[in-house]
């Protein structure tokens, strides 16, 4: 919490770290992350005209976070084309994105994560 990668929820200014991690959820804290290095200069569109993946309406929260980590091959979509934010992210998507992110980080002209 104190490096600004995990926030409490609103509601009532608790964690849950039972909790499975969503896929748009790790996703968010990756982008997070990034944003925290020092001269990154990531922002995300506030207004999306175009579904990230088929099932991601353009309204959703993680719509703009989603749509650039798509347009930087960060995440990747199942093969019937849905990306199933909801769904609790794996392991092996864990340690597929993580690299993704390292890479899109050395790539940008920034230090290695």
Known sequence: MGLGFVAPFSQNNALWPQLAVTREELV??????????????????SHVSIRPFSDVDISRWSA???LLAR???????YQDGTFQPT???TRAELMAVLPRAAEFNLSAGKQPI
């Open 87 to 89: 769904q609790p992210v």
């Open 28 to 45: 968010s804290l990756v982008w997070k992350s990034l944003k925290g290095i020092p001269g990154a200069n990531i922002t995300f569109p």
């Open 64 to 66: 703009g976070k989603l």
């Open 71 to 77: 347009s930087n091959k960060i995440v990747s979509y």
